[in-house]
């Protein structure tokens, strides 16, 4: 069955398909990543 091939989750960031254990987010680690360093600039100075 290929077809369920298509439902597999991509990151909205990079596109690339998230791992069985990322499925339940919208992007992947790497992107994720960034997201949270980006927030937490502000704490790190
Ligand atoms: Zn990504």
């Not at 596109?15 to 069985?20: D, G, N």
């Not at 960034?34 to 927030?39: G, N, R, V």
Request: net charge negative; glycine share 2%; with cysteine.
């Amino acid at each position: 069955m290929n077809m369920i091939r298509d439902l597999v989750d991509k990151c909205i960031s990079c596109h690339q398909e998230l791992a069985p254990c990322e499925r339940n987010r919208s992007e992947c680690l790497d992107c994720r990543d960034k997201t949270i360093e980006a927030y937490g600039d502000d704490s790190e100075e």
